[in-house]
């Protein structure tokens, strides 16, 4: 079952037009970089359908691409960086270290295990001399939420992770080291409201656990890719797929992140954003990379392709990579 082939519920673009809205582009602000497949977890909700075995890796041309087209763009002031593990990439650390130098906000999309591993041992240390933001995924402060989401003895290691980052200053108070938590719903339901849910992170990981961060972003489950495969197979894609339709919300679609940020796969291919990507929906809807463009505004004057995974991003109080809109 393909959700962009459903024609049982009204296309996401009609939902907009009876609501109202027309979503062009704002001024671009962001650019988030998927530097590669390759992961040392492999979770259920992942929409990249990340894993240790995919060999899905960004060369270091396309990181000077990037750098390129980044030192003539000042409007840009994030470099959002995700994956699979971004720092399995062996071109993540000059990527961090040069978008620093421009004076670019980094971030770190951790999946919090990855500093644990191997090879990775200095990677914290790292991350905090260049006063890179962690964005670290811990879907809930229970044991047993975190391992049925993201597999077996994955908890542990990622509170010993967030320990170690808050040892370095992550989370503390004038540190300027921010540490942000994402939580994704355990399954086919949409997330609770964010500012309640970040107060009891704050209180359990505090009390149990002595770690302190600063926000938590709450994401929904995109009817995609793994999540997808899931759904159908527990027979509930429709049900989730009519949640999303029935909580669409007017003032978070005004909101969504593919209006001021690109989002670039680890080929140099181009996208509206992360999950387009996924899907393999082209900018503009016609295929182009970093070398088919002499400058990172020229994005702004093309449509954003819309489908109905959408709906994922403005149903409730909204998703983006920065957790809820409204």
């Not at 086919?188 to 500012?195: F, R, V």
């Not at 107060?199 to 990981?205: G, M, P, S």
């Not at 690109?262 to 016609?286: E, I, K, M």
Request: charged share 25%.
């Amino acid at each position: 079952m393909n959700c962009a082939l459903d024609i049982s519920r009204p296309p996401f673009t009609r939902v907009l037009r009876e609501h109202g809205l027309d979503l062009p582009r704002t001024p671009l602000e962001i650019l988030q970089v998927n530097v590669g497949k390759l992961c040392d977890l492999a979770c259920h909700h992942c929409h990249v359908e990340a894993g240790p075995k995919r060999t899905e890796i960004m060369q270091r041309v396309t990181v000077e691409r990037i750098l390129d087209l980044l030192a003539e763009a000042p409007y840009i002031h994030t470099v959002d960086l995700t994956g699979g593990a971004p720092e399995m990439n062996p071109h993540f650390r000059d990527l961090v270290r040069a978008a620093r130098r421009m004076g670019k906000k980094v971030i770190d999309r951790c999946n919090l295990t990855i500093l644990l591993r191997e090879g990775q041992e200095d990677t914290a240390c790292f991350l905090a001399e260049e006063g890179v933001n962690v964005v670290a995924s811990l879907p809930c402060y229970t044991k047993a939420n975190v391992e049925k989401q993201r597999g077996r003895h994955v908890f542990d290691p990622s509170i010993r992770a967030l320990r170690m980052l808050c040892e370095l200053g992550y989370g503390q108070p004038g540190s300027g080291l921010e540490l942000d938590l994402v939580y994704n719903p355990v399954g086919a339901s949409l997330p609770p409201a964010q500012a309640a849910l970040e107060a009891d992170y704050k209180r359990e990981l505090a009390e149990h656990f002595g770690i302190r961060f600063n926000h938590l972003f709450t994401i929904t489950n995109m009817p995609i890719r793994r999540f997808l495969h899931l759904l159908e197979r527990e027979g509930r894609y429709e049900s989730y797929m009519q949640t999303l339709l029935d909580a669409f919300n007017p003032q978070a679609a005004q909101g969504v992140m593919c209006r001021n940020l690109l989002s670039v796969d680890w080929r140099g291919h181009l996208y509206d954003c992360d999950f387009n990507q996924a899907l393999d929906l082209p900018l503009g809807n016609r295929s182009r990379t970093l070398w088919d463009i002499h400058s990172l505004s020229e994005i702004e004057a093309l449509p954003i392709a819309f489908d109905a995974h959408c709906f994922g991003c403005t149903a409730g109080s909204g998703s983006s990579c920065g957790g809820a809109l409204a």
